[in-house]
């Protein structure tokens, strides 16, 4: 396709309304016409009500984040207009759920040619008898209004619903039908979607792990439910029929990750996770794996703190605590990725690493790609993943060492009830077979030999890499999410052959990157930090490791992502 195709589609209502389902099935359709998807997911922490929207951005070149500027905006009520006039312009199309009242002639007065009015839940009820398919109707209008493919949509409905019976299936089909001949009659579709070939998959970040977990061997995943690593814990669950899996949803966080040391030591693949306030809780546990070095992957989902801060929203502020958390000198990968793409691939090496090394491996990650919904390319699924320095065989006189000093740091492991595989481990330093000591000597030779890990590790990390023109006016750096944002923003600046800006995304945080990163750095004429914390938690971490110094940087640390338009029109503002 020479020219980019784009659509914007955003609905709002309250909970209960089924706007997320709604939005999810607005990205499967976008997926399927071939186009690139990216589903943001906004709602509060409430029981019930509150206001929530799902927003689907879809290009036929790259859609790796939401944008401000809608073309369509659907709002089951008045609340819709107060909550995103910033993202209406003259030309978004509005449509209104008339069943939640007349609108102020007068208040609306500006927006009048771009309002639409369709009454989805009475509309509904006439058709299917209840108001519950009130939101298929939705999809019913925005397909006229986006010249979707009706085929794909159809069968989208029947996939989606395929459990609830052929019952609730019809219902949401003439749901749909009802809405889309209403929308008929209002006026001309504002596009015209585009079909080529669907080559892509679209996952969350939190499932893009999952699959990852499964396709590297996980065996055993233990975890509380904590906004936003809940989803993960679903995922597995639901594939405990498929694969040689356990999920064990835990009774707190202190038994999720001593249930998962506990299955690891017994030899299986574990894993781990949660959010920061519930991660606090592990921190102890983290000290032990590492003493006793029992491999481990653990997810930190970032949301905004501290303590409970804003239970459903975004931040990326648990660096400095990740990277530090457990007490006395312990080994540590803290895995940063970015894209759901790039949570697959990082997933799995987290695996790799922490059973060849015998230590714990943070996916750190967030809110805002956890819960959203992006497409990429279908990753290779099968994968060998043979076990590291499981021993086959001990010496039969017993004189098997557990914790031996080897060059690498690395020593052989054997699990429970390995002939001749006998090992004492617990949370005591100790010598090289595992007997608690309080020597000097082999106080100093396990320390050392933990730590020269770390040598081997460095070599086997995810590098940082750049984004966009090899030179520009400005480099972003960024670790995490936001760059998928950056990357954005880069692409749009392309379109218009403008190369004010690349990106240096930070895959990787620990142990940190210095020669690549510095490499990077110094091609930059002008570096500015980009993060969603308060504190430049990224920036002191690299400031600690190089002495790389940044021109500036923005941060954003109210519970909201960072848009490609706020990113540009801060370069504008600052390009002199």
Same mark, same amino acid.
């Given at each position: 396709?020479?020219?980019?195709?784009?659509?914007?589609?955003?609905?709002?209502?309250?909970?209960?309304?089924?706007?997320?389902?709604?939005?999810?099935?607005?990205?499967?359709?976008?997926?399927?016409?071939?186009?690139?998807?990216?589903?943001?997911?906004?709602?509060?922490?409430?029981?019930?009500?509150?206001?929530?929207?799902?927003?689907?951005?879809?290009?036929?070149?790259?859609?790796?984040?939401?944008?401000?500027?809608?073309?369509?905006?659907?709002?089951?009520?008045?609340?819709?207009?107060?909550?995103?006039?910033?993202?209406?312009?003259?030309?978004?199309?509005?449509?209104?759920?008339?069943?939640?009242?007349?609108?102020?002639?007068?208040?609306?007065?500006?927006?009048?040619?771009?309002?639409?009015?369709?009454?989805? !839940?009475?509309? %509904?009820?006439?058709?299917? =008898?209840? /108001?519950?398919?009130?939101?298929?109707? *939705?999809?019913? $209008? +925005?397909?006229?209004?986006?010249?979707?493919?009706?085929?794909?949509?159809?069968?989208?409905?029947?996939?989606?619903?395929?459990?609830?019976?052929?019952?609730?299936?019809?219902?949401?089909?003439?749901?749909?039908?009802?809405?889309?001949?209403?929308?008929?009659?209002?006026?001309?579709?504002?596009?015209?979607?585009?079909?080529?070939?669907?080559?892509?998959?679209?996952?969350?970040?939190?499932?893009?792990?999952?699959?990852?977990?499964?396709?590297?061997?996980?065996?055993?995943?233990?975890?509380?439910?904590?906004?936003?690593?809940?989803?993960?814990?679903?995922?597995?669950?639901?594939?405990?029929?498929?694969?040689?899996?356990?999920?064990?949803?835990?009774?707190?966080?202190?038994?999720?990750?001593?249930?998962?040391?506990?299955?690891?030591?017994?030899?299986? !693949?574990?894993? %781990?996770?949660?959010?920061? =306030?519930? /991660?606090?809780?592990?921190?102890?546990? *983290?000290?032990? $794996? +590492?003493?006793?070095?029992?491999?481990?992957?653990?997810?930190?989902?970032?949301?905004?703190?501290?303590?409970?801060?804003?239970?459903?929203?975004?931040?990326?502020?648990?660096?400095?605590?990740?990277?530090?958390?457990?007490?006395?000198?312990?080994?540590?990968?803290?895995?940063?990725?970015?894209?759901?793409?790039?949570?697959?691939?990082?997933?799995?090496?987290?695996?790799?690493?922490?059973?060849?090394?015998?230590?714990?491996?943070?996916?750190?990650?967030?809110?805002?790609?956890?819960?959203?919904?992006?497409?990429?390319?279908?990753?290779?699924?099968?994968?060998?993943?043979?076990?590291?320095?499981?021993?086959?065989?001990?010496?039969?006189?017993?004189?098997?060492?557990?914790?031996?000093?080897?060059?690498?740091?690395?020593?052989?492991?054997?699990?429970?009830?390995?002939?001749?595989?006998?090992?004492?481990?617990?949370?005591?330093?100790?010598?090289?077979?595992?007997?608690?000591?309080?020597?000097?000597?082999?106080?100093?030779?396990?320390?050392?030999?933990?730590?020269?890990?770390?040598?081997?590790?460095?070599?086997?990390?995810?590098?940082?890499?750049?984004?966009?023109?090899?030179?520009?006016?400005?480099?972003?750096?960024?670790?995490?999410?936001?760059?998928?944002?950056?990357?954005?923003?880069?692409?749009?600046?392309?379109?218009?052959?403008?190369?004010?800006?690349?990106?240096?995304?930070?895959?990787?945080?620990?142990?940190?990157?210095?020669?690549?990163?510095?490499?990077?750095?110094?091609?930059?004429?002008?570096?500015?930090?980009?993060?969603?914390?308060?504190?430049?938690?990224?920036?002191?971490?690299?400031?600690?490791?190089?002495?790389?110094?940044?021109?500036?940087?923005?941060?954003?640390?109210?519970?909201?992502?960072?848009?490609?338009?706020?990113?540009?029109?801060?370069?504008?503002?600052?390009?002199?």
């Amino acid at each position: 396709m020479k020219t980019t195709f784009t659509l914007n589609w955003k609905i709002a209502g309250q909970a209960g309304e089924g706007v997320m389902v709604i939005s999810k099935m607005m990205a499967k359709i976008c997926k399927r016409h071939g186009l690139q998807a990216f589903n943001y997911l906004e709602y509060p922490s409430l029981i019930k009500g509150g206001h929530q929207t799902g927003q689907v951005f879809a290009s036929s070149k790259q859609a790796s984040c939401q944008k401000k500027d809608l073309d369509i905006l659907v709002t089951f009520n008045k609340n819709g207009f107060k909550e995103h006039q910033d993202e209406i312009t003259s030309k978004t199309l509005i449509i209104y759920n008339s069943d939640a009242g007349p609108l102020d002639k007068k208040e609306y007065s500006h927006l009048t040619k771009n309002i639409v009015e369709i009454p989805f !839940r009475s509309l %509904t009820k006439e058709k299917t =008898g209840s /108001f519950n398919a009130a939101n298929i109707a *939705v999809l019913g $209008a +925005s397909a006229y209004f986006l010249g979707f493919n009706l085929k794909i949509v159809r069968k989208i409905i029947r996939d989606e619903f395929a459990g609830k019976g052929e019952k609730i299936i019809k219902d949401d089909l003439l749901a749909f039908k009802a809405g889309f001949a209403f929308a008929k009659k209002l006026g001309q579709p504002l596009k015209q979607t585009p079909q080529v070939e669907d080559d892509q998959i679209l996952l969350t970040g939190n499932e893009a792990v999952g699959l990852a977990a499964i396709a590297a061997g996980v065996q055993f995943y233990s975890a509380y439910p904590m906004t936003p690593a809940t989803a993960l814990l679903h995922y597995l669950a639901s594939q405990q029929e498929n694969y040689p899996l356990i999920v064990k949803h835990s009774e707190d966080e202190i038994g999720a990750i001593n249930h998962a040391l506990g299955a690891s030591f017994a030899g299986v !693949r574990a894993m %781990t996770g949660s959010s920061g =306030g519930g /991660f606090a809780l592990m921190a102890e546990s *983290v000290s032990f $794996a +590492s003493m006793a070095e029992i491999p481990l992957v653990i997810l930190e989902a970032q949301r905004k703190g501290p303590a409970t801060g804003l239970p459903t929203w975004t931040e990326q502020a648990d660096l400095s605590f990740v990277l530090t958390a457990g007490h006395g000198d312990l080994q540590r990968v803290v895995f940063t990725p970015g894209t759901v793409a790039e949570h697959f691939e990082l997933t799995i090496k987290a695996f790799y690493l922490a059973e060849k090394y015998q230590i714990p491996v943070f996916i750190l990650s967030d809110k805002f790609i956890l819960e959203s919904h992006q497409t990429m390319t279908q990753p290779e699924l099968k994968h060998n993943h043979p076990r590291q320095n499981m021993i086959k065989s001990a010496p039969k006189d017993s004189s098997f060492r557990r914790y031996k000093a080897t060059k690498t740091g690395v020593s052989p492991r054997s699990i429970p009830g390995q002939k001749y595989g006998l090992q004492l481990t617990n949370s005591y330093e100790h010598d090289e077979f595992g007997f608690g000591t309080e020597e000097i000597t082999p106080t100093i030779a396990q320390v050392d030999k933990r730590t020269r890990k770390m040598d081997s590790i460095a070599k086997e990390i995810a590098q940082p890499y750049l984004v966009g023109p090899k030179e520009a006016e400005t480099t972003f750096v960024c670790w995490g999410s936001t760059i998928n944002v950056v990357s954005q923003l880069i692409h749009q600046q392309s379109l218009s052959k403008k190369k004010t800006v690349n990106a240096i995304h930070l895959p990787t945080m620990w142990p940190f990157p210095k020669k690549e990163f510095t490499r990077l750095a110094k091609l930059a004429k002008k570096l500015v930090m980009v993060e969603g914390n308060q504190s430049g938690q990224g920036e002191r971490l690299i400031s600690q490791e190089t002495e790389v110094v940044f021109t500036d940087r923005i941060h954003r640390y109210d519970g909201r992502p960072f848009y490609a338009e706020d990113l540009q029109s801060w370069l504008e503002k600052n390009s002199k």
